[in-house]
């Protein structure tokens, strides 16, 4: 990509209503632009962020034998009624009404709909287990949105839904999922707990949370220092100040519990037999007993996510895309564009790495180099390589190292083994 082509439009000034580093640096770097409250767009240099994302995930859920869909955002408000979520779920679902004054809601979530999906066709036991997922914007008129994306109005969320005849195959379903979103995290190359929750207006029995450890996180997760355990604290119901539980002994009989924050990017659920009920999702079982089939329900807050890794990969040095996420793994910082033959290797090597596969931004842009450099950190690309009037006819480079903070003088070969390596 040429930088000159390309449109990020970056900003000097922190956003005034911005207080978290991820949504200052999604407004700076051009990622996403605010319309309303709650509600952004997604810029090229975000969108091309927000596509890695998607398709980690996609890839990990297919590999777990999901099938994907997409469903409606606009729903009929009859299926809510029928799941009594209509008036349950509260302020955050929005409803409306079209020119016939049918109601309707905006989607938050999915369970009404899968169910009417579900339920309308001959299947047979011996279908199951199934899972069926999308990726789609879901809308939740939060009470206070904030954090730009990290909790906005309008998201985008990765949603599967789970049927089996038996909690037997519940379970499998489930822990499958789970290992699904253990493969989607570590791709990811993000720090994370999986941690016991509480399920929330959506229901059921157990419940996990996937969560990146970051200090700006609202959640407090209470960890245990010797084994395994780990809670978000709202399940503990300890009603004194949560930060007090540090030091005290772990759930488990196992070690001492700390207190670490978290961001909730994914959240898995045994839902049980609880819509398939009321919403009369029924299927024969293997002795012809009519089961309501047992469900599970799987999201991942895939815009969340974005956010979450900025918070997690900022420090002193500044931020850096983990290599998975980012937009461009390596930029090339052209310091005299106008001279022929420094833009001539400049081009020579972006064609290069390029047809080694590699996603190269090519800053040919006249402009002065302090700004290409702010803006190189601005952006968080993890490399970056400086042709100057005064390197240029070497045929080692200039390579900076953002990951680990280093310069150095490389080869284009040397290069490349770097961008493998990571
Ligand atoms: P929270 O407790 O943060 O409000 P939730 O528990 O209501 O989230 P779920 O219903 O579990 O959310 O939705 C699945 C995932 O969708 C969450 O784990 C989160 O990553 C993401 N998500 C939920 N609400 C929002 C929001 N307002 N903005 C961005 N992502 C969200
Ligand atoms: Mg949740």
Same mark, same amino acid.
């Given at each position: 990509?040429?930088?000159?082509?390309?449109?990020?439009?970056?900003?000097?000034?922190?956003?005034?209503?911005?207080?978290?580093?991820?949504?200052?640096?999604?407004?700076?770097?051009?990622?996403?632009?605010?319309?309303?409250?709650?509600?952004?767009?997604?810029?090229?240099?975000?969108?091309?962020?927000?596509?890695?994302?998607?398709?980690?995930?996609?890839?990990?859920?297919?590999?777990?034998?999901?099938?994907?869909?997409?469903?409606?955002?606009?729903?009929?408000?009859?299926?809510?009624?029928?799941?009594?979520?209509?008036?349950?779920?509260?302020?955050?679902?929005?409803?409306?009404?079209?020119?016939? !004054?049918?109601?309707?809601?905006?989607?938050?979530?999915?369970?009404?709909?899968?169910?009417?999906?579900?339920?309308?066709?001959?299947?047979?036991?011996?279908?199951?287990?199934?899972?069926?997922?999308?990726?789609?914007?879901?809308?939740?008129?939060?009470?206070?949105?904030?954090? /730009?994306?990290?909790?906005?109005?309008?998201?985008?969320?990765?949603?599967?839904?789970?049927?089996?005849?038996?909690?037997?195959?519940?379970?499998?379903?489930?822990?499958?999922?789970?290992?699904?979103?253990?493969?989607?995290?570590?791709?990811?190359?993000?720090?994370?707990?999986?941690?016991?929750?509480?399920?929330?207006?959506?229901?059921?029995?157990?419940?996990?949370?996937?969560?990146?450890?970051?200090?700006?996180?609202?959640?407090?997760?209470?960890?245990?220092?010797?084994?395994?355990?780990?809670?978000?604290?709202?399940?503990?119901?300890?009603?004194? !100040?949560?930060?007090?539980?540090?030091?005290?002994?772990?759930?488990?009989?196992?070690?001492?519990?700390?207190?670490?924050?978290?961001?909730?990017?994914?959240?898995?659920?045994?839902? /049980?037999?609880?819509?398939?009920?009321?919403?009369?999702?029924?299927?024969?079982?293997?002795?012809?007993?009519?089961?309501?089939?047992?469900?599970?329900?799987?999201?991942?807050?895939?815009?969340?996510?974005?956010?979450?890794?900025?918070?997690?990969?900022?420090?002193?040095?500044?931020?850096?895309?983990?290599?998975?996420?980012?937009?461009?793994?390596?930029?090339?910082?052209?310091?005299?564009?106008?001279?022929?033959?420094?833009?001539?290797?400049?081009?020579?090597?972006?064609?290069?790495?390029?047809?080694?596969?590699?996603?190269?931004?090519?800053?040919?842009?006249?402009?002065?180099?302090?700004?290409?450099?702010?803006?190189?950190?601005?952006?968080?690309?993890?490399?970056?390589?400086?042709?100057?009037?005064?390197?240029?006819?070497?045929?080692?480079?200039?390579?900076?190292?953002?990951?680990?903070?280093?310069?150095?003088?490389?080869?284009?070969?040397?290069?490349?083994?770097?961008?493998?390596?990571?």
């Amino acid at each position: 990509m040429y930088f000159s082509k390309f449109f990020v439009p970056t900003t000097r000034e922190d956003p005034s209503d911005a207080d978290l580093i991820s949504h200052k640096l999604m407004i700076k770097s051009g990622m996403i632009k605010k319309t309303a409250s709650g509600i952004y767009n997604w810029l090229p240099l975000g969108l091309i962020v927000l596509r890695n994302v998607e398709e980690i995930v996609r890839k990990n859920m297919k590999a777990s034998g999901a099938q994907e869909i997409l469903m409606p955002m606009v729903q009929p408000a009859e299926l809510w009624k029928e799941s009594m979520r209509y008036d349950q779920y509260g302020r955050e679902l929005l409803k409306f009404s079209d020119r016939s !004054d049918r109601e309707f809601v905006l989607g938050p979530t999915h369970e009404e709909i899968i169910c009417e999906i579900f339920r309308s066709y001959p299947t047979s036991y011996r279908d199951l287990p199934m899972n069926l997922y999308q990726i789609q914007t879901k809308f939740r008129d939060e009470i206070r949105p904030r954090f /730009g994306v990290m909790r906005a109005r309008e998201f985008v969320m990765k949603d599967a839904y789970s049927f089996d005849i038996n909690k037997k195959g519940l379970e499998k379903s489930y822990e499958k999922m789970k290992q699904a979103y253990i493969n989607i995290f570590d791709e990811l190359g993000l720090d994370y707990r999986i941690v016991n929750a509480d399920a929330g207006n959506i229901g059921g029995d157990k419940s996990e949370e996937f969560h990146i450890i970051a200090d700006s996180g609202e959640d407090l997760l209470a960890i245990s220092d010797k084994s395994g355990y780990a809670a978000n604290v709202e399940i503990l119901n300890y009603d004194k !100040d949560p930060t007090e539980l540090k030091g005290t002994p772990s759930p488990d009989g196992k070690g001492k519990l700390i207190i670490k924050r978290g961001i909730e990017v994914g959240h898995i659920f045994q839902l /049980g037999q609880k819509y398939s009920e009321k919403m009369k999702v029924v299927m024969k079982n293997e002795k012809g007993i009519a089961e309501n089939l047992f469900m599970g329900c799987y999201g991942i807050g895939i815009t969340r996510i974005i956010a979450a890794a900025i918070e997690q990969s900022n420090n002193e040095g500044g931020f850096v895309w983990p290599k998975n996420l980012a937009p461009f793994e390596i930029n090339i910082i052209c310091l005299d564009p106008k001279k022929r033959e420094v833009f001539d290797v400049c081009q020579t090597l972006y064609d290069l790495l390029k047809q080694n596969g590699n996603t190269v931004l090519f800053d040919e842009r006249e402009l002065r180099p302090g700004i290409k450099f702010s803006e190189n950190e601005l952006l968080g690309i993890p490399y970056s390589i400086v042709v100057s009037p005064s390197n240029f006819n070497n045929t080692k480079y200039e390579f900076n190292d953002r990951v680990k903070n280093q310069k150095s003088e490389l080869n284009i070969e040397e290069i490349k083994k770097v961008l493998e390596g990571n």
